[in-house]
């Protein structure tokens, strides 16, 4: 699961938003197709223009995964920064920011872990890099 | 034609066994990747940007696949986790992600997400019941409703299904309908059995009309409309007269569209009683 993902998860049950990570493996898979494209045409810049990324959610990720990310992928991920709040296209460190989103947005999958619903504490398991956000019939209205 | 919604839950009857037979056969690929086109087709993107697809009902990620060569990125739900785990293992799927749900319990998203929405012979599966708890009509709207949460305002979702009766279809639009959806059926290939497909395409506009569906003379489907889709469709069955002159040319003409050859030509003769002593 990418944190793409994870910033539009929210618990199907609640509503509670953003779910809490705790992972257990990682894995850093850099790819050439997600290189970051001129323009509208990259993906992660277009998100940050159309308002398409939930900010509370980027923050709340990267401060579940920072740990283990700076553990597990040393030499391969370094120099992440994500700001407290959304910065803007002419901010001094928005080019930068971009980088470290490409990179965390799209680049690290989390293998093994859990989403927790912080309200309720339903527990959201991730096994091989899928979380299973399948409901019990019962648990529906 | 066999149909799997009837042997029971789709995460049941899409086992490894199954998922993996899906995935390799040269014929399903070729069908479902034609299908995904022709849905990419009625979503109408606006492809100066990558878009974020949701695609419920991924499967083994053919699907995927096309939104990917297509440029999009992709999040991908299934109930079959074994489909899933094939889906994961394909190489080539650097801009999708995949998650295990079922569909007719909501979707797990924030609203607004996505851009677009498609979903690739899934839809049929919510009007089967697999337990005494499963209300398929209520399933759909759930499903219908969350929908409608996780689409950005001005999206499209375009959903290829399989019904069995015209009344599947007929529910299907009401349903969606009935959470505010506009839009309806567009039914590609009517005359043929084997070519026919059933998208159901839905806007939030609310004076959307579908466009046409490929190679129909006939406007046919059913349209998804609040004012419309109470009112029953009567089926008005004729009785005796038989073969009409009409009826046969009739069935000459859709046996010609089916692409048969030796359809004799219509003359003057066509339909005329032979003199009684023959």
Request: proline content about 4%; hydrophobic content about 35%; charged content about 30%.
């Amino acid at each position: 699961m990418r944190l793409l993902t994870h910033n539009t998860l929210q618990s199907p049950l609640t509503s509670s938003y953003p779910l809490r990570i705790t992972a257990t493996e990682i894995k850093y898979i850099k790819s050439s197709g997600l290189m970051p494209e001129e323009g509208e045409k990259d993906f992660v810049k277009n998100l940050m223009e159309k308002k398409k990324l939930e900010w509370s959610g980027v923050v709340g990720g990267w401060r579940d995964l920072k740990e283990i990310v700076e553990r597990d992928l040393k030499g391969e991920v370094e120099g992440i920064e994500i700001p407290e709040t959304q910065p803007r296209p002419n901010d001094p460190s928005y080019t930068k920011t971009l980088k470290s989103l490409h990179i965390l947005l799209l680049e690290i999958h989390v293998i093994t872990g859990t989403l927790v619903d912080s309200s309720n504490e339903r527990v959201f398991k991730i096994e091989g890099g899928i979380p299973n956000m399948i409901l019990l019939e019962d648990e529906i209205e | 034609m066999s149909r799997p919604e009837l042997t029971g839950a789709a995460a049941n009857f899409y086992n490894d066994t199954e998922a993996r037979k899906y995935d390799t056969n040269s014929r399903m690929i070729g069908i479902q990747a034609e299908i995904t086109k022709r849905a990419l087709e009625l979503l109408q993107l606006d492809t100066s940007f990558p878009n974020f697809i949701l695609d419920v009902g991924c499967g083994s990620g053919l699907s995927g696949k096309v939104l990917e060569e297509a440029g999009h990125y992709w999040v991908g739900l299934d109930v079959s986790r074994d489909m899933l785990n094939v889906a994961s293992e394909r190489e080539s799927s650097i801009k999708g992600d995949l998650a295990h749900h079922d569909m007719g319990t909501g979707l797990p998203f924030r609203s607004a997400s996505f851009d677009g929405m498609i979903s690739i012979s899934a839809l049929q599966w919510l009007c089967y019941s697999n337990s005494s708890k499963q209300v398929p009509k209520r399933r759909l709207v759930r499903f219908f409703s969350a929908l409608y949460g996780v689409l950005k305002r001005g999206a499209r979702a375009v959903l290829q299904f399989y019904p069995e009766t015209p009344e599947q279809a007929v529910l299907i639009s009401e349903c969606a309908a009935k959470v505010g959806f506009a839009g309806g059926v567009v039914v590609d290939y009517p005359n043929s059995t084997k070519a026919k497909k059933h998208y159901l395409v839905l806007s939030f506009d609310r004076g959307y009309s579908t466009p046409k569906g490929l190679q129909s003379s006939a406007q046919s489907g059913v349209r998804v409309d609040s004012s419309t889709s109470s009112k029953r469709v009567k089926v008005v069955k004729k009785k005796g007269k038989g073969k009409t002159k009409e009826w046969i040319e009739h069935k000459k003409d859709v046996q010609r569209k089916k692409g048969f050859e030796n359809v004799r030509k219509d003359t003057k003769f066509t339909g005329r009683k032979r003199k009684d002593k023959f």
